[in-house]
């Protein structure tokens, strides 16, 4: 995206909320709740906005997007737009679900008018089924060109671009399918908060302090240091990083401290973990912390002289920690893998490390195997994982770099800094996302309508209209010209029993509200009948559906008759 667009051409969103998406608290913290955290609080303090939105189920929920907005400082006013509701989306002109699940909200947006507003999806892990399943939906379902799904990297979008493409080319073959959905696919990094990140020399040689006298670390010793999930199977094994510590501690001569901050998704994982420190680094420290708590995300990069992820794991997409590190002022040694191969691009502030694969076709097996359960997403991802390597060599070299030279450390440190702060910080990621938003609303006014709705057909086939789906199950349906009449016997049955009842009265917010059934009654009563369409067509337009829905109900409870004229 251009970043020298005038602010008039940046667009707004709803924003998709759930308070779990930036549920930081959570036992199993996975990176999308971390991300989910920081765009919140980037979007609060950089958005250029007269009014943020949301889009939630509920009045809970949108006072927790308050609540966070406010906290990172918001001031604009913010504005909720009901689940139920969503039309309310073309006041923002988009709705940013923060997933590339788009599919469901585009159908549902075909009820209304497709040009009311885009929709902005992002990529986080692409190798589940499920996600493979819903970026499938986007070929199918009705996106249009004003739609997108932001990609992190660069790698990323080429894997989706890859299974759309095969999609479509099955649709092509087996249904003779010559046009297609597809959304934008945008390339925008995750962003950081660079200003919490750099917090001024004094405050982070204080911290580095503190942090190495809590855990033992003599203020003379080497810290390399590893933030995120430990799970040797599904994030990042540490065999390599194990095998080149040990041989930088061997050939320094330094006394050298590993610190991996995670947390273990079981005992056995974690016996593991240990088990193998011991055994392949037993000249290095060990040290394993809760990386769930605040004070680990934010503070722990100043205990450590240089960052290392040696990620191997198609389950990653981005990878935030190195973007962190570098704004954090550390060095980093990290896989040449997906995303990392985007941010570090500059070998003045890291040591970027070769990794090694199998050529396509080679896990076909692997593939059948899961789309048959017989493998689980974790057995898939790490199995998967086992065919690929890191450059040993280079993993050692770049260790011994770093420990051997503390001056060199601190000025790639520096370096990576500067980058962060000019690439990732969040004043430059929201810009880009309200840039797209911007060329997205253009688009709707432009350019062709794809699947434009045919009067009378469902916006969803798989999830029509039932009264339509199912209308040759009743002996037949309510026509506007039918006659209306109280019933002549009620046998006992009052409009309040019916309503309490709990055999008729479970969904009373379908209904026209208690006093409006009252009037429906009466003027039933008094017309002497009258037909359906009077009826109904009393009411306004939006509230025609439940007068119509209504008159059954009452039919049902046995309060009014509706013959055929």
Same mark, same amino acid.
């Given at each position: ?15 998709? @909320?759930?308070?779990?998406?930036a549920?930081? &608290?959570?036992?199993?913290? $996975? ?9 919140l ?5 950089? =958005? ?13 929920e949108?006072?927790d ?18 689940? *139920? ?6 006041v ?7 997933t ?14 497709q ?51 095969d999609?479509? *080319? ?16 945008p ?20 911290? !580095?302090k ?24 599904a ?6 990083m ?7 501690a ?6 050298? @401290? /590993? ?18 420190a ?16 605040? *004070? $680990? ?15 191997d ?11 962190? =590190? ?11 893998w ?13 040591? !970027?490390i070769?990794?090694?694969?199998l ?10 195997? @899961?789309?048959?359960?017989? %493998? ?7 199995y998967?994982s ?7 060599r280079?993993?050692?070299?770049a260790?011994?770099s ?7 450390a601190?000025?790639?440190g520096?370096?990576?800094r500067?980058?962060?702060q ?5 004043? @430059? ?12 609303a253009? !688009?709707?006014q ?13 916006a ?10 199912f ?10 010209g039918?006659?209306?009449? /109280? ?11 019916a309503? &309490?009842?709990g %055999?008729?009265g479970?969904a ?6 208690p006093?409006?059934?009252? !009037?429906?009654?009466?003027?039933i009563?008094?017309r ?14 939006p ?6 829905r ?16």
């Amino acid at each position: 995206m251009s970043s020298t667009l005038d602010p008039e051409s940046l667009g707004n969103a709803a924003i998709l @909320h759930a308070s779990d998406v930036a549920d930081t &608290s959570r036992p199993k913290l $996975m990176g999308r709740q971390v991300a989910g955290e920081s765009f919140l609080r980037g979007f609060a303090r950089h =958005a250029q906005v007269e009014k943020f939105y949301c889009l939630s189920p509920n009045k809970a929920e949108a006072s927790d997007f308050e609540s966070r907005l406010r906290a990172a400082g918001a001031r604009a006013p913010i504005g909720w737009i009901p689940n *139920e509701s969503p039309r309310g989306l073309s006041v923002p002109g988009c709705l940013y679900a923060g997933t590339p699940v788009i599919g469901a909200f585009a159908w549902a947006r075909r009820r209304g008018d497709q040009r009311g507003y885009s929709l902005c999806g992002l990529t986080h892990t692409t190798a589940s089924s499920g996600a493979m399943q819903a970026l499938g939906e986007l070929v199918v379902a009705p996106l249009q060109s004003w739609d997108a799904v932001i990609c992190t990297s660069v790698a990323v979008r080429a894997m989706v671009d890859r299974l759309l493409d095969d999609y479509s *080319e099955y649709l092509s073959e087996a249904l003779g399918a010559t046009r297609v959905s597809r959304p934008q696919l945008p390339v925008i990094p995750l962003g950081v908060d660079t200003e919490m990140l750099a917090p001024g020399a004094e405050r982070e040689a204080l911290l !580095r302090k503190r942090w190495r006298q809590r855990l033992g670390i003599p203020p003379g010793d080497t810290v390399a240091l590893f933030i995120g999930r430990l799970s040797f199977h599904a994030k990042a094994n540490p065999f390599p990083m194990y095998v080149a510590l040990e041989q930088a501690a061997q050939r320094t001569g330094r006394k050298l @401290h /590993l610190i991996q901050s995670g947390w273990f998704a079981n005992e056995g994982t974690e016996k593991v973990f240990r088990d193998n420190a011991r055994a392949l680094a037993p000249s290095v420290q060990h040290h394993f912390l809760d990386g769930r708590k605040p *004070e $680990m995300r934010e503070t722990l990069w100043f205990a450590a002289d240089y960052f290392i992820s040696l990620s191997d794991n198609i389950q990653e997409t981005f990878g935030l920690t190195p973007v962190e =590190a570098m704004a954090a002022g550390l060095p980093v040694i990290a896989s040449d893998w997906d995303g990392y191969r985007d941010t570090l691009t500059n070998d003045e502030t890291c040591f !970027r490390i070769p990794t090694l694969s199998l050529p396509a076709g080679a896990g076909e097996e692997l593939a059948a195997q @899961h789309e048959a359960r017989n %493998l689980t997403y974790d057995q898939y991802i790490g199995y998967s994982s086992l065919a690929t390597s890191v450059d040993m060599r280079a993993t050692i070299a770049a260790c011994e770099s770093l420990t051997a030279d503390p001056a060199k450390a601190r000025a790639m440190g520096a370096a990576g800094r500067a980058e962060a702060q000019r690439r990732f910080d969040w004043s @430059h990621i929201v810009r880009q996302y309200q840039e797209l938003w911007g060329e997205l609303a253009k !688009r709707r006014q432009s350019e062709t309508e794809r699947a434009a709705r045919t009067k009378g057909a469902p916006a969803s086939p798989l999830h029509a209209d039932p009264y339509r789906l199912f209308e040759s199950y009743p002996t037949r349906a309510i026509d506007r010209g039918d006659q209306l009449k /109280l019933a002549e016997s009620r046998d006992g049955v009052t409009l309040a029993s019916a309503r &309490s009842s709990g %055999l008729l009265g479970y969904a009373q917010q379908l209904l026209l509200e208690p006093e409006e059934c009252e !009037r429906l009654l009466t003027s039933i009563g008094s017309r002497e009948g009258g037909t359906v369409a009077e009826q109904v067509d009393s009411y306004p337009d939006p509230r025609r559906a439940r007068a119509l829905r209504t008159l059954a109900w009452l039919a049902k409870a046995g309060l009014i008759e509706i013959n055929p004229a």
